[in-house]
């Protein structure tokens, strides 16, 4: 059974940082990509950062600069760092795993976390 597990939210003022985990469970780490989505209140869920399982990347431009995606296949885990926080940037932020790669449209993952709550105050 597949399960992922987000951590490392919180409320920040910004420009503060914060590091999202999210822990994978039930299979194989590598035959997935992943990806971190957020969603704001009355918004739609947009895709911020996605990564292979080669360590391709793709970040959304919004946080273009800012946010950066990585991964422990070791640790079947997977990271967020996120800098330079904005207002903008609080919403709820959901890790997800896909048999495609390179996207950033939520449709395309099949598995998805609880998500953890980001707020950035002025």
């Known amino acids: 059974q597949v399960q992922l597990m987000e951590s490392g939210g919180g409320s920040v003022q910004a420009g503060g940082s914060l590091r999202l985990s999210c822990a994978a469970f039930?299979?194989?780490?590598?035959?997935?990509?992943m990806g971190w989505f957020r969603q704001a209140p009355g918004k739609e869920r947009e895709g911020v950062a996605s990564i292979d399982s080669d360590g391709s990347t793709s970040v959304a431009d919004s946080v273009k600069g800012r946010f950066t995606i990585s991964q422990d296949n070791a640790k079947n885990t997977l990271y967020l760092q996120m800098n330079s926080l904005k207002p903008e940037d609080t919403a709820m932020y959901y890790c997800?795993?896909?048999?495609?790669?390179?996207?950033?449209?939520?449709?395309?993952?099949?598995?998805w976390g609880q998500g953890t709550q980001v707020t950035v105050s002025s």
């Open positions: 039930g299979y194989t780490y590598s035959l997935y990509c």
């Open positions: 997800a795993a896909s048999r495609r790669c390179y996207t950033l449209f939520p449709t395309d993952y099949n598995y």
